[in-house]
């Protein structure tokens, strides 16, 4: 098989995932960390928006997104997406909900299943950036706004003195 028959058989992430190595300790070794990208992973698929470590995050971002595909791709009665399921998702009923009712929603979608955010830290002087991780099209209100500022009156009396600033700038330089 050359490299183009193998890219067919892997659904394309939407998500761009970087190559850097990432340097996670953990107690109990890589299968700890395993074990933590699973809780993750499982908790996300659950809850649909949860607040962590960004690097974290951005790990189980990739994961989250390659389950959704295959379960997109090949649907429950495919057995190797079952059990690339079952061992993603450590809780059952988090496995049907993947499958009656993410699939579902994202499977017509053009974007990538899931959005990551920068949190603000909440403690001055924290070295890690904490993240909030969602699914794309959950029940919660929109973390970013979407409306638009312009019309505030700070932003119109602003939008004003530039203009006049600017008028003044040309009408000096038509006198030089």
């Not at 892997?10 to 109990?28: E, G, H, M, Q």
Request: net charge positive.
């Amino acid at each position: 098989m050359n490299q183009a028959e193998i890219r067919k058989l892997i659904p394309a992430l939407r998500v761009s995932i970087a190559a850097k190595t990432r340097r996670f300790s953990n107690p109990k070794g890589p299968e700890g960390r395993l074990i933590k990208m699973r809780s993750t992973v499982t908790k996300l698929i659950k809850e649909e928006r949860i607040e962590l470590r960004y690097h974290r995050a951005d790990e189980a971002r990739g994961y989250a997104e390659r389950l959704i595909a295959e379960a997109i791709r090949y649907g429950d009665c495919h057995r190797p997406t079952m059990e690339l399921a079952n061992y993603w998702l450590t809780e059952k009923q988090v496995v049907h909900k993947l499958f009656k009712v993410l699939v579902p929603r994202f499977k017509d979608t053009e974007v990538s299943y899931t959005r990551l955010h920068k949190a603000p830290n909440i403690h001055p002087g924290e070295m890690y950036e904490n993240a909030v991780l969602e699914l794309r099209g959950n029940p919660f209100p929109p973390l970013e706004s979407r409306t638009t500022t312009r019309n505030w009156i700070h932003n119109i009396l602003l939008e004003e003195a530039f203009r006049e600033h600017v008028e003044l700038e040309s009408k000096n330089e038509q006198k030089q």
